[in-house]
């Protein structure tokens, strides 16, 4: 088992009084609770925060802490003999850590399990833990609906009476049904934690998020596509092949469209959670070859010469 | 490994939760609840009728007011507003969420 220095994580002294534990957790609570925080790396060292401050805060746990001794953060160690045993009665979980391999156990898994809280644990009904997890599925996958396997770590309880919590993977398939929009959000009741003495199981909170596409952005269950038009395409009209999600459809552009205009092409958007679909919209961008021709660099020369069109009537 | 089907419900503006379910998936009690709603932060979807719903997006905003709750000790006065901000933050960020995608 690795050693953790829980006054290091909350940075006070070991002979910190619960006054100064408190104010220090609040602070670092501030700092990186992952409902608050921007950091990255925030939701990792609350945890790291939150587990110190649960078990400085209880005097039998900081007693039992202390009572492991000290040693640097990270090193490996054993509790001594009969540990927890003078700090809180019954103490360790297991009754006596004698005999007991702790190669596979977290500190923070002995705390939890600790003492009176396993004892209460033992009677209690508690529900399982909720997780929170986000998936990427691409355009093509929201579109026809999909299957995301997801793999995680969840908490269980080990066997009665020796109280260890264990971590295990958890690892299963779920329908992402059609019509998410990006960022949505699904509850799957008792897929998260199992629950212990007959408590519900947890339930899993999963954000669906879409991979950008290279030619489609998103808004809600519409999408929108660049289309570049050449000029002689803007202004005599064309017909043109515009890729959708289900392949592609002729597309009539009007004769003298400008850039900028968008063309609705009607239920070939994402679809909508009562059978609906949204629809696509093409922008219509005007490019030009990046070098003319001589042949076109004439015919140019030849409109702007007789063309009386003014593009910025609104500068006079 | 197994495979789960449909059992998911959506989290958005769109289903509703009843009161019952939101005090369960929340882990908020009756009483915190009852404080929302009197607040006027908190507002059901049918406030005539007998058994209330509420938009299932209120989920999202009500666990992370639980665990806030929770892990700063939050006082009842605070508890409202906290929320308030909440659900602020949450329509920001889904607007900031779909502009991000038309900008890409």
Partial sequence: MKYKDYYQALGVKPTATLDEIKKAYRKLAHQYHPDVSKDP?????????????????????????????????????RPPPNWGSQSAGQGFAGGNAQGFSFDDIDLSDLFASFSGDQQQAQRTATAGQDYELSTDISLEDAHAGSTVELNFTVQEQGQPGQGQVKRVPHTFKTRIPKGVTNGQKLLLRGKGGKGFNGGRDGNLYLTINFIPHRLFRVKDHDLLIDLPISPWEAALGATIKVPTLTG??????????????????????????????GDLFAITQIVLPPKLSEQEQALLKQLSEISTFDPRPNFE | MNTQRTDSMWLDEHHTISLDELIELSGLSIKDLQNLLESGVLIPNNRAEAIWHFN????????????????????????ALTLVFLERIRSLEFELHTLAQLKH
């Fill in chain 2, 56 to 79: 299932s997006h209120y989920l999202v905003s009500i666990r992370a007011l639980s665990r806030l709750k929770q892990d700063f000790e939050l006082e009842p006065n605070a508890f």
């Fill in chain 1, 248 to 277: 592609a459809v002729n597309l009539k552009i009007p004769a003298s469209t400008s850039s900028g205009q968008k063309l609705r092409i009607a239920k070939r958007g994402l679809p909508k959670k009562n059978e609906e679909f």
């Fill in chain 1, 41 to 77: 790396k925030g939701e990792e060292k609350f945890k790291e925060v939150a587990e110190a401050y649960s078990t400085l805060k209880d005097p039998e746990k900081r007693a039992a802490y202390d009572e492991l001794g000290h040693y640097p953060a990270g090193q490996e160690f």
